[in-house]
């Protein structure tokens, strides 16, 4: 075999793997944008087809990045989770006025964070481009808290998990060097504003979230028995 016909496969050996490679970064951000952005991309594809979701969820995007959204200091990421355990711990005795609380600490921190809360459709718009696996939850929180007068414990319970996902993804958002919002994933975790060793949020991740600390001790008192 001539060294012209080596050099010839090697060149287009070379070409297939930076061809693979690109094909393959693009997949891992395709997929990571959709887990992102959640159900609201796959529902917008079934209503206008992939071609013009990807070009809406873009034009989104594009809107969004030009709010000057911006992380919260760690002081107020602190406040507003002492705000959040005082709304949890009040849903014992209260659970509509907890849940209640519960949403409006969403829309203060939204705002806080640079989004425009006054239109709430345009929010759930916005929210979509980088919080947009929480806005399910998030919606039927809100149909709950337009009728607290009639729902169950059960489903006031429901709706405050849904607002306490979106609203920790909000306090947790950082913003990367261009200034878009960035949530907080596994993969960027360990680059998040360092978290307090006592902050209030670590028991409301654990599920504790309609438990007063005095039921929490009756139980394990209950256990021990």
């Known amino acids: 075999m001539s060294?012209?016909?080596?050099?010839?496969?090697?060149?287009?050996l070379v070409i297939v793997a930076v061809a693979a490679a690109v094909m393959s970064t693009r997949m891992r951000r395709r997929t990571a944008e959709r887990n992102l952005v959640g159900p609201e991309y796959d529902r917008l594809v079934d209503e206008v087809g992939p071609r013009k979701a990807r070009a809406e969820f873009e034009k989104r995007r594009q809107r969004v990045d030009g709010l000057g959204i911006s992380p919260l200091s760690a002081e107020k990421r602190t406040?507003?989770?002492?705000?959040?355990?005082?709304?949890?711990?009040r849903f014992i005795d209260n659970p509509a006025q907890a849940v209640s609380s519960a949403g409006d600490l969403?829309?203060?921190?939204?705002?806080?964070?640079?989004y425009e809360v006054t239109d709430h459709?345009?929010?759930?718009?916005?929210?979509s481009v980088y919080h947009g696996r929480h806005?399910?939850?998030?919606?039927?929180?809100?149909q709950t808290t337009g009728r607290a007068g009639e729902a169950?414990?059960?489903?006031?319970?429901?709706?405050?998990?849904?607002y306490r996902d979106l609203f920790f993804d909000l306090l947790d958002s950082t913003a990367g060097s261009d200034g878009r919002d960035r949530a907080v994933t596994p993969?960027?975790?360990?680059?998040?504003?360092?978290?307090?060793?006592q902050s209030p949020w670590k028991q409301v991740t654990q599920g504790r979230h309609w438990k007063t600390r005095q039921q929490e001790s009756d139980d394990v008192t209950a256990t021990q028995r």
């Open 121 to 127: 459709g345009q929010l759930l718009t916005d929210l």
């Open 106 to 114: 969403v829309s203060a921190v939204a705002a806080d964070r640079g």
């Open 135 to 142: 806005l399910d939850a998030y919606r039927q929180a809100r």
């Open 187 to 197: 993969a960027r975790e360990a680059e998040a504003a360092p978290v307090p060793a």
């Open 79 to 89: 406040a507003y989770a002492g705000q959040w355990e005082a709304a949890q711990e």
């Open 3 to 12: 060294a012209g016909i080596i050099i010839l496969i090697v060149v287009v």
């Open 152 to 162: 169950s414990t059960e489903a006031l319970r429901r709706a405050l998990l849904g």
